[in-house]
């Protein structure tokens, strides 16, 4: 079955440490894979999306990683700050065609000052 | 200003009624969505539509209802068919162009059934 893994358990760093965050997947071939932050009682705010083709995407102290060989995608933080703290959520098409996205159940991240 | 808006933010209903959830868009977005986020569980998609006066049936559709008579406006209604429906409502929207387009979501209800 198809599958969309995120480490459930909390990631606890150290303020100007770098984070970094995974999401596995089984059972997809995405075209895509985007990464979301979800503060709490709020909707998710879009960050970046990486294609199929693309290894590596960059945004400010963001960077997100696409290894399809090994179903796998990396969101970095660099020089993290207590206002990154927050969940976030890996999201990727399952099938083509439709602006339909599957989201991962998410990491809460908390960046200790 | 530009966005996507939801109301009520809090919604509280008696067991057995029918509750119905907005959700509006300024956004000209062509496609527009219903998750439902309940606590240590991803959004899991509800409906969703791509056009005017067109929807599709997303994960989780039993218990639900969608129209989309106009292209700012997917409001969901919760039937009292759905089983377990306390949970935080999201409804997002994107510009359905060639595939990969963000979602912006609301800001989300949260619907309490008492």
């Known amino acids: 079955s198809q599958k969309i893994e995120q480490n459930s358990e909390a990631l606890n760093i150290q303020e100007g440490k770098t984070a970094t965050l995974t999401c596995n997947y089984t059972?997809?071939?995405?075209?895509?894979l985007q990464w979301y932050r979800q503060d709490p009682g709020r909707g998710p705010v879009f960050l970046l999306l990486i294609r199929e083709n693309e290894k590596e995407k960059r945004k400010e102290r963001l960077k997100v990683t696409f290894d399809t060989t090994l179903k796998q995608s990396l969101f970095h933080i660099t020089a993290s700050q207590p206002a990154d703290s927050a969940t976030y959520l890996c999201a990727l098409d399952g099938s083509g065609g439709y602006q339909k996205v599957t989201f991962g159940t998410g990491t809460k991240l908390q960046v200790i000052p | 200003d530009g966005g996507i808006t939801q109301s009520p933010k809090y919604l509280f209903r008696k067991e057995g009624q029918n509750v119905t959830l907005s959700c509006e868009q300024n956004?000209?977005?062509?496609?527009m969505y219903w998750y439902r986020q309940d606590p240590g569980q991803g959004l899991r998609l509800i409906y969703y539509?791509?056009?005017?006066?067109?929807?599709q049936k997303g994960d989780i559709a039993e218990g639900y209802s969608v129209s989309r008579e106009k292209k700012e406006s997917f409001p969901l209604t919760v039937t009292s068919a759905q089983k377990n429906p306390t949970a935080f409502y999201l409804c997002?929207?994107?510009?359905?162009?060639?595939?990969?387009?963000?979602?912006?979501f609301g800001p989300g209800t949260r619907l309490t059934v008492l």
């Open positions: 997002a929207s994107s510009p359905r162009t060639s595939g990969g387009d963000e979602q912006f």
């Open positions: 956004l000209n977005h062509d496609a």
């Open positions: 539509s791509q056009i005017v006066n067109d929807f």
């Open positions: 059972n997809y071939s995405p075209a895509y």
